[in-house]
């Protein structure tokens, strides 16, 4: 059994709390099981931004990582997400 805390949408908070829990839900897994991390630098409701770190900082694999799977599981929760960036582009 892991460790990690499971994501549940809070609906009482606001849409920056809900995406920043979010956030940190999936830079702990990314951290744990992959030695990267993903920080959120910036959300407007339909942009988010994003550092990511560790192990990502100059991985090939980062790229991927960003669009397919914090992506594709902000767009679970956010559907209203037009885009998700690295914050160096």
């Known amino acids: 059994m892991s460790d990690l805390p499971v994501y549940k949408p809070d609906d009482t ?7 920043e829990g979010l956030i940190e839900f999936l830079s702990a897994y990314i951290e744990q099981y992959h030695g990267g991390w993903v920080r959120l630098i910036e959300f407007d409701g339909q942009t988010l931004k994003v550092e990511l770190g560790g192990a990502c900082d100059g991985c090939p694999l980062s790229t991927h990582t960003l669009r397919g799977w914090i992506a594709g599981t902000v767009r679970q929760f956010f559907p209203d997400v037009k885009s998700v960036i690295a914050a160096d582009g």
């Open 13 to 19: 908070l606001d849409e920056q709390a809900r995406m």
